[in-house]
């Protein structure tokens, strides 16, 4: 377990007096079919914060990194009919990676959470024509490329839109740098 989930762990207990297996018996019986109804209800009857309420979300659901063996097969799988995407990513990983050795590689389903000493960026091949990169950037006009994303509930605030592995330009490259910078 990275040093990261065990705080946010130990936090969980500390703030709301349960465990991680104790949240998830009181999902159990509420049959919850989406992630995002997990974190709703969490959010709603329980007071939690996106980031915690994501965290057991992603346990109950066993959709998380650290719920499965084979991350690699997790990344994979999120490539399936959007294979014209995968030298995008990696690509963008190789950029990344020379950041520091600091950046946590973390793949969900749907995306890879990218961290320091809080998460940063997500790297999401979100349709078959968009690519979305997802930043956590507070306080950040949008400029160019990087847009605001306009919800309560999202860890990111910004984002950038690829279409093709010539869309990663030095301005999409700062624009992470920036948020990783942002999140040590």
Known sequence: MDPAEKTMLDNLLKNTGKTLEQWIEVLRPMNFAKHGEIIAFLKKEHSFTHG?????????????????????????????GKEHF????????????????????????????????????????ATKTRFEIGLNIKNQETSGILEAIITSNS????????????DITDEVISWIKTAYESAG
């Open 155 to 166: 860890m990111c605030s910004h984002k950038i839109n690829l279409n093709c592995e010539n």
């Open 52 to 80: 915690f309420a994501n965290m057991v979300a992603h346990k109950a659901r066993q959709s998380d990194a650290g719920s499965v063996t084979d991350k690699d097969s997790l990344i994979e799988s999120q490539y399936k």
């Open 86 to 125: 995968k030298p995008l990513y990696n690509k963008l990983m190789k950029q990344i990676e020379a950041f520091g050795d600091d950046v946590e590689i973390a793949p969900k389903k749907a995306y890879v959470s990218l961290r320091r000493k809080k998460q940063f960026a997500i790297l999401q091949p």
